[in-house]
């Protein structure tokens, strides 16, 4: 595993309420601000003590100045820092695991609230795998966190030292590779997919490189209707992903 290891401050009711219940282990304490009588956050205190937590109560400036002034919504939790797994932990987790799990591939997304909704979007359409290049892509930080909505905590995140080896090695494992590209000719919703489906999704504005196209099995659009032809990468993969979820028929 490739693991960072620093505690980090997570904020939020719901981030730190979904840490506390998918791994209660590495929160080492939930601080509170003193003087709020908010209900959520006696629920945040109840779930803390109740799994053993240290609770703390601070002066709201304290928790303003750790969030570094973010919406912090009167809750913290020190965590240890987000533990990433590398390419090899993926594939062993794919080759113990019963059924074709699809794989959800980011090149290069950099804004975190982008990255955290594509988090919250990819966990909620029952994908359990990301992978994230190395270098030139945002973290899980304590934003992604929060704008997961907490849904960081339950997926597993592998970061990639060289995303075109990556997904050549997964279209070897008998992985068919999907782009989404706005000027593919093929509408995503024409397309019948292979379970074993991995998913690229490109950059915010420059979307998918070149040298990643490459080694896309085929490229899809989303149909647009009006002057403005492209979408908010999270708002894209969010459309992508249950398109994938229907045809499956979870629904």
């Known amino acids: 595993m490739d693991k960072q290891r620093s505690p980090i401050f997570i904020f939020g009711v719901n981030p730190v309420l979904e840490k506390l219940r998918a791994a209660p282990r590495e929160v080492a304490e939930v601080i509170l601000a003193r003087g709020a009588q908010r209900p959520a956050l006696r629920s945040v205190e109840e779930e803390a003590r109740r799994l053993g937590r240290r609770v703390r109560y601070v002066e709201p400036e304290l928790l303003q100045r750790l969030s570094e002034g973010a919406r912090h919504q009167g809750v913290l939790a020190k965590v240890e820092g987000f533990s990433y797994g590398s390419f090899e932990d993926l594939f062993r987790e794919l080759s113990s695991a019963p059924g074709h ?8 997304v950099t804004d975190p609230r982008n990255f955290g909704a594509l988090l919250r979007s990819a966990e909620g359409a029952g994908i359990r795998h990301i992978v994230i290049p190395k270098h030139r892509s945002v973290g899980v930080t304590p934003v992604v966190v929060k704008t997961s909505a907490g849904a960081a905590h339950y997926l ?7 995303l075109r080896r990556a997904l050549s090695s997964v279209k070897e494992r008998g992985y ?4 989404l590209d706005a000027q593919a000719k093929e509408s995503l919703y024409t397309k019948s997919y292979p379970e074993k489906l991995a998913v690229v999704l490109g950059a915010e504005g420059a979307g998918i490189r070149p040298l990643i196209q490459q080694e896309c099995d085929f490229l899809v659009s989303i149909p647009m209707r009006g002057e403005v032809q492209s979408l908010n990468v999270a708002v894209a993969g969010g459309i992508f992903l249950y398109e994938l979820l229907r045809q499956k028929g979870k629904f």
């Open 101 to 108: 799990d699809s794989i959800l591939f980011l090149d290069g």
């Open 156 to 162: 597993k995140i592998y970061r990639a030292s060289n």
């Open 176 to 179: 068919w590779v999907v782009g």
